[in-house]
């Protein structure tokens, strides 16, 4: 982890973490960590924004009977990224969606282990990078 990237993780209320940063029980929730950071790098959003947007998550999770065990807390993480890349205009719920399902898919044909990688046959036929079928409008 970068300077930089220590920072910012200094600033991320409830994240799981030992003396040398982060710490992650799982690849996707490095990948999930890591995405957050470029985005924020590329001005996608500031860190104030993410924090507020991961917290409001985390309470509404809470609200909704999570235990906080901490176990599901990079559930909270994707699910603030997919609010916040939503509600900046960058993908559409539609799209989120269409991608999360074809990740299932690929994950359900990927040898435990092995990386996961999305093809064009983890995509529903017919539809578009928005979601909707081809040729409707």
Known sequence: MTGVDARLADRVPGLPRDRDGPVFREPWEAQAFAM???LHERG?????????MLAEQIRRAQAGGDRDTGETYYLHWLA?????????????????ARYRDAWDHAAGRTPHGKPIELRPEDFPPGADDNGRSKGVG
Do not use: S
Not at 44 to 52: G, L, N, P
Not at 81 to 95: D, F, N, Q, S, Y
């Open 36 to 38: 957050v950071v470029a």
């Open 44 to 52: 996608v959003f500031t860190w104030d924004e993410w924090t507020a």
């Open 80 to 96: 603030a990224l997919e609010r916040l890349v939503a509600a900046k205009g960058i993908a559409g719920p539609e799209t989120l």
